[in-house]
C-alpha cells in the first residue's frame, strides 16, 4: 500500500478494509479548477500545514461545500518539496491519535500543487508570479515559525541577508519577506487586486508581525525608487491588502518511530523518517492530537475558502487577540513550559509520562487553576474553563502523542515573558504581591536551575536551542556544584524585562525566585524536594 496507489482498485480496498479514509472527491478535476483559478496558496509545508489547514479543506472537499484544493510552497527548506511532496504526489496521510486509544487514518489530497519559493528555479518563480496575479487568489497563509518574519540578527542589526538584498537593491530578493513583496508587487501592477496575507503562525500579534516585515522591504524599495508610492499605499489601504491576526493551537510533532511500525503492520510502505540537509524531520504522514483551534480576524476583502465550514472560528481582531492571551499566558503555554522545564530536570522523555507523575500533574494543574484563572482574559467564543479542562484532562495526558520536554524547551527565553511575564504583570496591575503566588516562582526558579544543564540526579544534559543559551549558560555554569547565588549575583538574568516582561527586582520577585533557586541547587533530588512541597 502506497500513496500513489490510492486510484488503483485492488489496493484501494485494501486501504478501506483496513480503515484508511481516502478522498471522496474527483482529485484531477480540483487540481485543474485550482491551477486555472487559484484561491489559497500557503507558505510553509511542514506537519501543522498538512495536519490542519489542509486537512480542513480537504474535509470540505469530501463534503462537496468546496471545489479547490490548495497551493504548497517552501520558502526555507526546498527539499521538504521534493523529498516529501513530489515522490508522492503531493499526497500525505494524517495519522491522528485519540486521547482514547482510537486511531484516525487520513489519505489528505487537498493540496492540489507544490512549488519552492526558490527565486532562482525559472519554472516555480513563473508559476508563482502567475498565481500572485491572479484575480481569483483570494488569500495567501503562513506557517513559517516565528523567525521567518524577522529581518533581524540576535543583536537587533539587520540579518546579513536582507542587509544584502537592501544594500545591493536585490530585486527579486533573497529573503522569504522580500520576496513576498515582491510578489505582492506583481500583483499590484497586474491590476491592484485585494488578498489577504494570512499569517497562521503560533506567535503572538503574527498578523502584525507579517505586515512589519512586508512594509519594510515595500517602503525600502520606494526610497531607491524599486517601487512606486502607489505599491505602498496599496499595502495600506485595507479595502486591497489585509494582514489578519490568527490564533493556531495543534500539536503536530515529528514522525514517530511507534507510528511507523503501526503503518507497517497495515501493510503501508511509505513510511521512511526523511531528514533533509537542514535537519528538518519529515515524511509521507503526519502524526498529530485530534484537538485543534484556529481563530482568524475576518478581514478577506476578496473573499476567503469557506473555513468556518471546517470549525475554524472568524471573528474580530480584539477577540482573536483575547483567544491567543488565553491559551499563551493562561490554559496552554505556561503549562506545557512548566512540563518541559522540569521535564527536563527530571529526565522525563515525554509528556504525558510527566502527567503520571503525581507532582508535576498537580503543579501543572494547581498553576492553570489558582494563578492563571484568576487574571484569565474570557474571549467569550471558547471558554478559558473548557479550554484548560481539555489542555490538562485530554491533551496532555494523551498516552499516543509522541512530544518531548526537550521540544517544547527550545526558545524558552523568548517564550517566559509572553506565558508567565503577562500574567504578573496583571497581577502587578491589580495590585497583588507577586512574591506570594506560589507556582510560577518555583517555575522561575526551575527555569535558572534548568540553565545550569544539571538535572535533579546531579548528572549533565543537552540543553535545547535558545538565542540567548550561551548568554545564560555562560551565568549560570558558575552554580553547577550546588552552589547558592545570592540576588545581586543573578541580577544580570532576572532584572531583564526582555526575560520576564518586568524586572524582578522592581516586582519584589527576585528574592523569592532566588531563595528557591537555592533549595532546588542545594543538592540531588532538591527540585523534586521543592515541587512536592509546593502541592501538598
Not at 489528505?108 to 528555479?121: H, I, P, R
Not at 513563473?126 to 483570494?138: C, D, N
Not at 548568554?471 to 549560570?476: A, Q, R, V
Request: aromatic content about 10%; glycine content about 6%.
Amino acid at each position: 500500500m502506497r500513496l500513489t496507489q490510492i486510484n488503483d482498485e485492488s489496493i484501494k480496498k485494501e486501504f478501506t478494509d483496513k480503515g484508511y479514509k481516502l478522498p471522496a472527491y474527483d482529485r484531477a478535476k480540483v487540481r485543474e479548477l485550482t491551477s486555472k483559478e487559484p484561491a489559497w496558496v500557503h507558505f510553509g509545508t511542514g506537519n501543522i500545514f498538512r495536519a490542519f489547514p489542509a486537512a480542513v479543506i480537504d474535509d470540505l472537499l469530501n463534503k462537496g461545500v468546496y471545489d479547490k484544493g490548495v497551493i504548497a510552497v517552501e520558502g526555507f527548506d526546498y527539499d521538504i518539496i521534493s523529498k516529501a511532496y513530489k515522490p508522492f504526489d503531493d499526497l500525505s496521510l494524517l495519522v491522528t491519535l485519540k486521547s482514547d486509544g482510537n486511531i484516525e487514518k487520513k489519505v489528505v489530497g487537498s493540496v492540489a500543487e507544490s512549488l519552492t519559493a526558490d527565486f532562482a528555479k525559472e519554472d516555480d518563480l513563473a508559476r508563482l508570479k502567475e498565481i500572485f496575479t491572479a484575480p481569483s487568489l483570494q488569500m495567501v497563509s503562513f506557517t513559517i515559525t516565528e523567525k521567518g518574519y524577522s529581518l533581524n540578527g540576535p543583536d537587533g542589526s539587520l540579518s546579513g541577508v536582507v542587509k544584502d538584498d537592501f544594500d545591493n537593491k536585490c530585486f527579486p530578493p533573497r529573503h522569504l519577506m522580500g520576496k513576498m513583496t515582491y510578489l505582492l508587487n506583481e500583483r499590484f501592477n497586474a491590476g491592484a487586486y485585494p488578498v489577504t496575507m494570512a499569517s497562521m503562525d503560533n506567535c503572538s500579534h503574527n498578523g502584525d508581525k507579517l505586515k512589519a516585515a512586508v512594509m519594510a522591504y515595500a517602503q525600502k524599495w520606494e526610497e531607491q525608487g524599486l517601487v512606486s508610492a502607489d505599491f505602498v499605499a496599496y499595502l495600506k489601504d485595507e479595502s486591497k491588502v489585509t494582514f489578519p491576526l490568527s490564533m493556531i493551537d495543534k500539536i503536530t510533532p515529528r514522525p514517530d518511530a511507534d507510528v511507523v511500525e503501526m503503518l507497517k503492520k497495515d501493510g503501508f510502505e511509505d513510511t521512511d523518517i526523511i531528514v533533509t540537509d537542514k535537519h528538518t524531520y519529515t515524511a509521507a504522514f503526519v502524526n498529530a492530537e485530534e484537538t485543534q483551534y484556529l481563530v482568524v480576524e475576518d478581514k478577506f476583502p476578496n473573499g476567503r475558502p469557506p473555513f468556518d465550514k471546517g470549525g475554524v472560528y472568524f471573528t474580530d481582531r480584539e477577540t482573536v487577540d483575547k483567544v491567543e492571551k488565553m491559551k499563551v499566558c493562561t490554559c496552554l503555554n505556561p503549562l506545557h513550559t512548566a512540563l518541559a522545564v522540569f521535564g527536563c530536570l527530571l529526565s522525563y522523555d515525554s509528556i504525558w509520562k510527566e502527567m503520571k507523575d503525581e507532582d508535576l500533574a498537580a503543579f501543572v494543574e494547581s498553576m492553570g487553576y489558582k494563578e492563571g484563572m484568576p487574571v484569565v482574559v474570557n474571549p467569550g467564543i471558547i471558554k478559558p474553563e473548557t479550554f484548560i479542562d481539555e489542555v490538562l484532562h485530554k491533551r496532555l495526558v494523551n498516552p499516543f502523542m509522541p512530544d518531548t520536554p526537550q521540544r517544547i524547551a527550545c526558545d524558552t527565553s523568548q517564550k517566559i515573558p509572553i506565558r508567565f511575564g503577562e500574567t504578573l504583570k496583571a497581577y502587578i496591575g491589580k495590585g497583588v504581591d507577586v512574591s506570594r503566588l506560589n507556582y510560577i516562582p518555583v517555575v522561575l526558579a526551575g527555569y535558572l536551575r534548568y540553565l545550569t544543564g544539571i538535572n535533579d540526579e546531579g548528572r549533565e544534559f543537552e540543553l535545547s536551542p535558545d538565542p540567548l543559551l550561551s548568554e545564560l549558560t555562560g551565568i549560570m555554569n558558575a552554580y553547577r556544584d550546588w552552589k547558592s547565588a545570592s540576588a545581586e549575583e543573578l541580577k544580570p538574568i532576572l532584572s531583564r524585562k526582555d526575560i520576564f516582561a518586568v524586572d524582578l527586582y522592581e516586582s519584589g520577585l527576585a528574592e523569592r525566585v532566588t531563595e528557591l533557586f537555592n533549595e532546588m541547587n542545594s543538592a540531588a533530588g532538591k527540585v523534586r524536594e521543592v515541587l512536592h512541597s509546593t502541592v501538598v
